[in-house]
């Protein structure tokens, strides 16, 4: 799992609830990036920063929102809006020298 | 549209055999293909990546044939073993940015 950290492990959604996912890197590592994985679906892109405080919508960004105001953090929010959230969720990060690491995925349940 | 399109969705393998795991791209701008190992419940793991300016990358038991004429890259895995039951992603990029994975391979190797 390198550098990179994520929690909770687990996560329970209550309905209209909005929830937030953490990820940190201690890798000096420029861009973070957050995937969806659900069975059978392989990984599609939510959401990627290249640098502090600019980021940009993957292919699935409609219900989730993110920030990253600091190079060392990318967390993810998982809006009411989002009706179907179940999924394991993977943060990545990596440079353009380096190619993507991958944390250890937060596994999100509907209540 | 899916931009990676990767074969088979499983594989059942002998111990001792020869693992092939295809995958085709569309994207001629394309210049960066990993592969990644996914544990159950586990991120992935880079296993090895290729650039098209080399046919064939080797390390250790894994092998990566790219042709890029046939816009087409595999993962060879020699003398598999039981520890190398997992699920399998090839990816694809422009640089090292925004990976587009495929659907994944699950791949289980038979004692």
């Known amino acids: 799992d390198g550098g990179i950290t994520q929690s909770p492990k687990y996560l329970f959604r209550k309905e209209g609830q909005n929830v937030t996912l953490s990820c940190e890197q201690n890798?000096?590592?420029?861009?973070m990036y957050w995937y969806r994985q659900d069975p059978g679906q392989g990984l599609r892109l939510i959401y990627y920063?290249?640098?502090?405080?600019?980021?940009q919508k993957g292919d699935i960004a409609e219900g989730y929102s993110v920030s990253r105001e600091k190079k060392e953090s990318f967390p993810l929010t998982v809006t009411s809006a989002q009706k179907n959230p179940t999924a394991f969720y993977l943060c990545?990060?990596?440079?353009?020298?380096?190619?993507?690491?991958f944390g250890p995925g937060t596994r999100l349940l509907v209540l | 549209q899916q931009q990676v399109k990767q074969s088979p969705q499983s594989l059942i393998v002998q111990k001792g055999g020869i693992s092939i795991i295809n995958c085709a791209y569309e994207?001629?701008?394309?210049?960066?293909f990993p592969w990644y190992q996914q544990f159950p419940g586990k991120g992935p793991a880079l296993l090895i990546a290729?650039?098209?300016?080399?046919s064939e990358k080797k390390e250790g038991r894994f092998t990566i044939s790219f042709n890029k004429s046939a816009k087409q890259f595999s993962l060879h895995i020699m003398d598999s073993q039981p520890g190398d039951s997992a699920t399998y992603f090839c990816?694809?990029?422009?640089?090292?940015?925004?990976?587009?994975f495929g659907k994944g391979t699950l791949l289980t190797v038979n004692p």
């Open positions: 990545a990060s990596g440079t353009v020298q380096e190619t993507q690491y």
């Open positions: 890798l000096n590592h420029d861009a």
């Open positions: 920063s290249q640098i502090v405080n600019d980021f």
């Open positions: 994207n001629t701008a394309f210049d960066y």
């Open positions: 290729i650039r098209p300016d080399v």
């Open positions: 990816a694809a990029s422009k640089g090292n940015y925004k990976l587009t």
